[in-house]
């Protein structure tokens, strides 16, 4: 009985931690996972001289939300669109938790052989994208930022999907 007692009280405090610690964890890998591909995007623009552009994915053509994954693509004419008879896809990204939310303005985000933001992301005053995992509101929340001249960093506060 004296043990049951304890395990139920352990069990107490453990669960919500463990539910933090898994929501802190899953927003790590799946920031990181963005950040990555925005990484790798600007890193095959320069060394291809050609524009990258990550969009998110719906079928065979870019999408509005985020969170169902995303692809990048050596985007030939530079429209910002994939184009399956010229664009060539160079990572597919698999859709992320569905219980998670992604925040961004952009419907695509591009860079040039120079590594800098171009199409319609260049012309945009905020290139964030805030993962919330479960909630809108989520204290876990991480955010990714790229400058205007392709430099992409990670940070997290008080951040909101909302």
């Not at 950040?35 to 509005?64: D, K, W």
């Not at 925040?103 to 919330?132: D, H, N, P, W």
Request: charged share 15%; aromatic share 10%.
């Amino acid at each position: 009985m004296v043990t049951l007692a304890i395990a139920t009280i352990l069990l107490v405090i453990a669960v919500p931690s463990f539910t933090d610690f898994y929501e802190n964890s899953r927003s790590e890998a799946a920031s990181s996972n963005i950040q990555q591909s925005l990484f790798m995007a600007r890193s095959h623009a320069i060394s291809y001289g050609a524009t990258v552009t990550v969009c998110p994915r719906s079928g065979s053509t870019c999408g509005t939300d985020w969170i169902d994954g995303f692809d990048v693509f050596i985007d030939v004419n530079g429209n910002g669109s994939y184009d399956s008879a010229t664009d060539q896809v160079i990572r597919k990204i698999d859709a992320f938790n569905s219980a998670d939310f992604i925040k961004t303005s952009l419907k695509s985000i591009s860079f040039s052989s120079e590594g800098m933001v171009s199409g319609t992301a260049a012309s945009t005053s905020s290139r964030q994208f805030i993962y919330c995992p479960s909630s809108k509101t989520s204290s876990n929340s991480k955010a990714i930022e790229v400058s205007i001249t392709g430099k992409i960093r990670q940070f997290s506060g008080s951040l909101s999907c909302g």
